[in-house]
């Protein structure tokens, strides 16, 4: 059933331990979800220089199994997801016929023919009900497995210590974006070298009964690492800062794939065809003609945060507008990625700004990401 259908928001299985930690709550794509525990800036320092621990349990995940799942999968998806190896993950979008993007996806692969899809809460049943619709003549079987699993993240340069004092699964040798079955504290669990924070970091797939369970055992293995429980406050924070774009801000269905700068994704090469290809092409040969506007970083010369839908100016003209802004943690101001005209787009561009309610602030434009961890 979908986030609409709830008339109170939905509860993950750690909504307790949240509230019983002092979490500020907040309804996000129909749940409850921790905004943060106490200051965000200090759980965002905390992923960026020791490590984070972030229930994810509203995002949505959908199985695809039997013996037809790739096929299904590579007509559905612009990804070529038959090309996916067993235990490996590959980050892929769903699209409309029109090309319009309907959400972005990590898929896994479980086994030769078993799948798991997750996709963002606010879209899990758009994205179901497309596997559904276009699931029609597959030997294969579509399954709404949300209520199946909760969602676990530790997130951060302490994260593999943490977790490897939990597990005798083969962490170092756990590639990013690979997964494999393994037990954390005797937690079953589905192990995923993946995350949203531009850090290293593990996202661990459990049962709900189980939640409570790991998330404690994860504190206290954590304690002397200073890992810290997280809201979705620096969630966003710090995948702004790593340059990660979210659904409803730099994607959305009146965006293709090739005008979000993520056309890499789309893999016309693939066998057979897939659901957008034609409008797809057509995107591709315009974006090569004539370039759609480029999503691009603007670090703040001042202190005035940008907010999405800001409009960015250059010369009295409105050149691209803000998709997402916050203040920066890591660089000390106030960061924005937003979509400006080719001509605007290199980093360096001079006299560029950001109209925040009628003064124009001035802006440089960087290449993102704002921050990449040092490896």
């Not at 943060?36 to 199994?65: C, K, N, P, Q, W």
């Not at 690979?178 to 049962?207: C, H, M, Q, W």
């Amino acid at each position: 059933m979908s986030s609409t259908e709830h008339s109170t928001p939905r509860h993950t299985a750690l909504d307790a331990l949240h509230r019983s930690l002092g979490a500020t709550m907040t309804d996000f794509a129909g749940w409850d979800m921790p905004l943060r525990y106490g200051s965000e800036r200090d759980e965002h320092t905390a992923v960026r220089t020791r490590a984070g621990l972030f229930d994810l349990s509203h995002m949505g995940e959908i199985a695809v199994a039997g013996p037809e799942a790739a096929a299904l999968l590579n007509f559905a998806l612009v990804g070529n997801i038959a090309s996916v190896g067993v235990g490996r993950a590959r980050y892929t979008m769903i699209c409309r016929a029109d090309g319009g993007i309907l959400d972005d996806l990590i898929v896994y692969r479980l086994a030769e023919h078993e799948f798991l899809v997750v996709a963002n809460a606010a879209n899990a049943q758009v994205v179901l009900d497309a596997l559904v619709e276009r699931g029609a003549g597959f030997d294969a079987e579509v399954r709404d497995d949300r209520d199946a699993y909760a969602l676990i993240a530790v997130q951060g340069p302490e994260s593999p210590g943490i977790l490897a004092s939990l597990t005798d699964a083969d962490l170092p040798g756990l590639k990013y974006y690979a997964g494999l079955p393994g037990t954390v504290a005797g937690v079953p669990a589905l192990i995923a070298r993946t995350g949203y924070t531009g850090e290293d970091g593990f996202e661990l797939f459990v049962k709900p009964e189980h939640a409570v369970e790991l998330w404690q055992a994860l504190t206290k293995a954590g304690e002397g690492a200073g890992l810290v429980p997280c809201g979705l406050s620096c969630r966003d924070t710090l995948r702004l800062e790593a340059g990660m774009p979210l659904y409803g801000h730099e994607l959305s269905t009146s965006l293709t794939p090739f005008d979000a700068g993520l056309g890499r994704v789309v893999k016309f090469e693939k066998e057979g065809d897939f659901v957008g290809r034609e409008a797809l092409l057509a995107a591709s040969a315009r974006a090569a003609q004539n370039p759609p506007r480029v999503l691009v970083g603007l670090v703040a010369e001042g202190r005035r945060v940008p907010r999405a839908g800001y409009p960015v100016v250059a010369g009295g003209e409105v050149i691209g507008e803000v998709t997402s802004g916050a203040p920066s943690p890591t660089l000390g101001r106030p960061i924005a990625m937003a979509y400006v005209d080719a001509a605007h787009a290199a980093p360096g561009t001079a006299g560029v700004g950001v109209d925040i309610r009628g003064t124009h602030e001035p802006y440089e434009v960087v290449a993102l990401p704002f921050y990449r961890r040092q490896k």
